[in-house]
C-alpha cells in the first residue's frame, strides 16, 4: 500500500530497520519535497517487497557499471513526469538509489545515489564513484553522486 511522504512532519515509517532510519527518513522527505516544489507532485512510496518489479528495474540498470547493492531494499516508487520515468529505492543501509530515465531518444538518462548522513560508503560504490556533499535542512548532509546510462531499458 503506498504511502504518502510528508515533508513538514518527517516519518520513519517503513525504514524503521535502517540502523541510520532518522537520516534515511530525512533524505526520503527531502526527495519528497523537491518533487512537490519542482512538479506540484506527491511523493508516495511503497514497501519494496510489494513492488519487487521496481527493485528488479533499478538492479538492471546499475549492472550496467556491475553494481550490485548489498542492503535489503526498503520502499520504492516510481512516477512518470512528461516522457522522464523516475524510479528510486530506498535500502536498509541508508543509499536511496534513483534512476531518471527520459523514454525520448537523446534525453536524460542517469542513475544518482545519495548517502543518508551517519552511513559509510557502501563497498560496491567507494572504488567507483566520488561523493559530493550536499546541506539539507531535512537531512542534514547529503552525499551524492551519479552515472549516465549508456544502455536502453
Not at 512532519?9 to 526527495?31: F, H, I, M, Q, W
Not at 519487487?52 to 546499475?62: I, N
Not at 542517469?110 to 550536499?134: C, H, I, N, Y
Request: proline share 3%; no cysteine; glycine share 8%.
Amino acid at each position: 500500500m503506498a504511502s504518502s511522504v510528508d515533508f513538514v512532519t518527517v516519518s520513519k515509517a517503513g525504514l524503521e530497520s535502517s540502523p541510520v532510519a532518522d537520516a534515511l527518513a530525512g533524505l526520503r522527505a527531502n526527495e519528497a519535497r523537491y518533487f512537490k516544489n519542482k512538479y506540484d507532485i506527491s511523493f508516495s512510496t511503497e514497501p519494496a517487497s510489494e513492488v519487487k518489479s521496481l527493485v528488479d528495474y533499478v538492479a538492471t540498470v546499475l549492472l550496467e557499471r556491475d553494481i550490485v547493492i548489498g542492503s535489503m531494499p526498503l520502499e520504492a516508487t516510481e512516477m512518470m513526469i512528461g516522457t522522464v520515468r523516475w524510479t528510486y529505492v530506498f535500502y536498509q543501509s541508508g543509499l536511496a538509489v534513483n534512476v531518471l530515465y527520459d523514454l525520448e531518444p537523446g534525453g536524460k538518462r542517469a542513475v544518482g545515489f545519495k548517502l543518508s548522513m551517519g552511513m559509510d560508503v557502501p563497498e560496491e560504490l567507494a572504488t567507483k564513484f566520488k561523493f559530493a556533499r550536499q546541506k539539507s535542512k531535512l537531512a542534514g548532509e547529503i552525499r551524492g553522486s551519479y552515472f549516465v546510462i549508456k544502455g536502453e531499458y
